[in-house]
């Protein structure tokens, strides 16, 4: 920066952009706990411990990246896997109840997705991963990749649709 008020407004500039992405996801965060608070499923126990196979598995190659296993984590903080999973049961519990609610929004609200709609989000992930978008398409089902287009549109529809109060 080539003076002290530069900075400042640059500092304040990111300050407000993480207030409002912190606001935003709160707001999602509530918007979604009122969406399940009402839920009436019957979810099988394999769901919730699928995902929490998969939160693990992200946590794991996260330790990775880092230079670390997940078993020396585990060991360095007097851990065993049983209780850390037990950590992420509640998330995981969420997360399904979630995705099956915003299944059902997107089932119910007819919400469907269209050829460039999944070609969008294919060359999006190829931007992301820095890939080629065919070689995506080799790895990632697109109806698999169609279904979560669909639960990102419900969880829009919903946040879009909610009755907002302030307090």
Do not use: C, W
């Amino acid at each position: 920066f080539d003076t002290l008020e530069a900075y400042r407004a640059d500092l304040k500039e990111k300050i407000l952009r993480e207030k409002e992405h912190r606001a935003e996801h709160e707001f999602e965060d509530q918007v979604m706990d009122g969406l399940i608070s009402g839920m009436k499923a019957e979810i099988p126990e394999v769901m919730f411990e699928r995902q929490l196979d998969s939160i693990v598995s992200e946590y794991e190659q996260r330790m990775r990246a880092q230079g670390l296993t997940l078993e020396s984590y585990l060991k360095y903080t007097g851990s065993d896997m049983e209780a850390f999973r037990k950590m992420f049961r509640d998330v995981a519990e969420r997360q399904v109840k979630v995705r099956l609610a915003l299944e059902k929004v997107a089932q119910a609200e007819g919400i469907v997705i269209s050829d460039e709609d999944l070609e969008a989000e294919y060359k999006k992930m190829a931007e992301m991963y820095k890939a080629d978008v065919e070689q995506i398409k080799r790895f990632v089902d697109a109806e698999d990749l169609m279904q979560d287009i669909a639960v990102s549109k419900a969880a829009e529809f919903v946040k879009n649709h909610a009755k907002v109060t302030e307090v």
